[in-house]
């Protein structure tokens, strides 16, 4: 099994998403010796965000690029073949400013990729073409928006991913959620010990 293990939290090791997703892979591993992890660390080797000539640059896959994004091109290739690769991605993802970190995105803009992990048929409809992976996401949230929250509507980092991943096949990601972490070290504590609950029950 080959495992994808991404984190895009800037907190280092003051990050609960950090944490958890470490925990995941780590009960994925300890259920499959054999398995081969690939770890890409958003914040400490960010993504450039997308560009015009990067763009410009993939429309025109048989022409001379310039030299300055060869570098970019290499390592969104890299990025994409890793993703294509693995059976499992586990995700670590923040939440900040009510979304996902720009460092997650930045990956997110390298992995949808018409005709490599999604594509329009003949009639114009989407197919999605990554939908034999498991993805697991752990999120922490600050404050409270989960469904019941009055806050929920402001909730754009897990429904954000849950899309991303949905159009690209992948319709049932598993999600456990740390929130509240930021209402003072009870709160912090109860909501990592409860998501490191729902880990342990993972299937691994």
Do not use: C
């Amino acid at each position: 099994m080959n495992i994808l293990h991404i984190d895009s939290s800037i907190l280092g090791t003051h990050s609960v998403s950090r944490a958890l997703s470490a925990q995941m892979v780590i009960k994925l591993q300890v259920a499959t010796p054999n398995a081969v992890v690939t770890y890409r660390d958003l914040a400490a080797a960010p993504l450039a965000h997308l560009s015009g000539a990067y763009l410009g640059a993939l429309q025109s896959p048989g022409s001379e690029q310039p030299s300055e994004l060869q570098h970019d091109l290499e390592t969104s290739h890299a990025v994409l073949q890793e993703f294509l690769a693995a059976d499992t991605v586990v995700i670590g993802a923040g939440f900040y400013n009510f979304t996902v970190p720009s460092q997650l995105k930045a990956w997110i803009d390298r992995v949808l990729v018409a005709g490599k992990t999604f594509r329009y048929n003949a009639q114009g409809q989407l197919e999605g073409l990554a939908g034999g992976k498991r993805v697991i996401l752990a999120v922490s949230r600050g404050g409270h928006y989960g469904p019941d929250s009055p806050l929920a509507l402001m909730e754009h980092g897990e429904t954000y991913l849950r899309t991303v991943l949905s159009f690209i096949g992948i319709q049932n990601p598993q999600v456990i959620v740390a929130e509240g972490i930021a209402l003072g070290p009870e709160q912090r504590a109860a909501a990592i010990a409860a998501a490191e609950l729902q880990i342990s029950a993972l299937n691994a």
